[in-house]
């Protein structure tokens, strides 16, 4: 004879494939990773990593080389989809969706290597990068002054600080210069969220301080996911941070509690403390 317990319980929801059914995601979450897991063969670059980046909130995935972080970074936009695990963007199943779907949804991302037109003007690629994700991108008509596009451009000039390198080549800028531009073209169509991949690579002290300045200067409702070697950017500039260690998350908390972990430090930090 079955339980009071057993008839008062009803049965545990399923999805159609037969899984346990996932809960109601949060409207206020930009991104929600669950189990994302990314092999190579019987390499597991990425191994079930699961965290979740509110509409607006800033943050950074930390870790030595080799942690997995620009492989999630690649399961996250499409590159190189997962092979396990779901990966939700504004409480929308993007899994399985090609790159180009993802950009047209609101997701952006740098690279470790800048991806520029070497040849071509600052300002010129900024608006390529405004014309990318603009509906009218395959119109072979000249823009007039008054164009959207060009006005998008021009505050895309001002904001990443570079009007006054607005026809400037690219390949005559400075490499924190460059970076300043691949943020800038990520910035194109007012996008919901932005993965940096280490943009404080290979920058001067004086480069590094305008980084922070332009990170800090990214409108409040806009989240952003950054990776970074430079601990000191990474924890002046997010809410939160998700550590990884060969593959896998290690811990995840605030900037302070990150900072202070002893696991962390022993790991990632290393002699620094």
């Given at each position: 004879m079955a339980?009071v317990?057993?008839?008062?319980r009803?049965?545990a929801a399923?999805?159609?494939d037969?899984?346990p059914a996932?809960?109601p995601?949060?409207?206020?979450?930009?991104l929600v990773l669950t189990?994302?897991?990314?092999?190579f063969?019987?390499?597991?670059?990425v191994d079930?990593?699961?965290?979740?980046v509110?509409?607006?909130?800033?943050?950074?995935?930390?870790?030595?080389?080799g942690a997995g972080?620009?492989t999630?970074f690649?399961?996250?936009t499409g590159?190189?989809?997962p092979?396990?695990g779901?990966?939700h963007?504004?409480?929308?199943?993007?899994?399985?969706?090609?790159?180009?779907?993802?950009?047209?949804?609101?997701?952006r991302?740098?690279y470790?290597?800048?991806?520029?037109?070497?040849?071509?003007?600052?300002?010129d690629n900024?608006?390529?990068a405004?014309?990318?994700?603009?509906?009218g991108r395959f119109?072979?008509w000249r823009p007039?002054?008054?164009?959207?596009?060009?006005s998008?451009?021009?505050?895309?000039?001002?904001?990443t600080?570079?009007?006054?390198l607005?026809?400037?080549?690219?390949?005559?800028?400075?490499?924190g210069?460059?970076?300043?531009?691949?943020?800038?073209m990520a910035?194109?169509g007012a996008?919901?969220?932005?993965?940096?991949?280490e943009?404080?690579?290979?920058?001067?002290?004086?480069?590094?301080?305008e980084?922070?300045a332009?990170l800090?200067?990214?409108?409040?409702?806009m989240s952003?996911?950054?990776?970074?070697?430079?601990?000191?950017?990474a924890l002046r500039v997010?809410?939160?941070?998700?550590?990884m260690?060969?593959?896998?998350?290690?811990?995840?908390?605030?900037?302070?509690e990150?900072?202070?972990?002893a696991q962390?430090?022993?790991?990632?930090m290393?002699?620094?403390?």
């Open positions: 339980s317990a057993s008839i008062a009803p049965p399923r999805a159609a037969g899984r996932q809960p995601l949060a409207s206020s979450d930009a189990g994302v897991t990314r092999t063969g019987a390499l597991r670059a079930d990593v699961s965290f979740s509110a509409a607006g909130q800033k943050y950074a995935v930390l870790g030595s080389n972080k620009t999630l690649n399961a996250i590159d190189f989809p092979t396990a779901r990966i963007f504004f409480g929308e199943d993007i899994t399985e969706l090609p790159p180009y779907e993802r950009i047209r949804k609101g997701l991302r740098t470790q290597s800048s991806l520029l037109f070497r040849e071509l003007t600052v300002r900024l608006f390529l405004v014309r990318g994700v603009a509906s119109s072979c007039r002054a008054g164009d959207a596009s060009m998008a451009t021009r505050n895309l000039l001002e904001r600080r570079l009007a006054h607005a026809n400037e080549r690219v390949a005559n800028l400075a490499h210069q460059q970076r300043q531009l691949e943020i800038g910035l194109a996008p919901r969220l932005v993965l940096f991949d943009p404080a690579a290979g920058l001067s002290p004086a480069e590094r301080r980084l922070v332009l800090r200067s990214l409108p409040a409702h952003f996911v950054l990776i970074e070697h430079d601990l000191d950017i997010v809410d939160r941070v998700t550590v260690h060969n593959g896998r998350e290690l811990r995840t908390g605030s900037p302070q990150i900072e202070n972990d962390v430090q022993a790991i990632y290393g002699s620094r403390h």
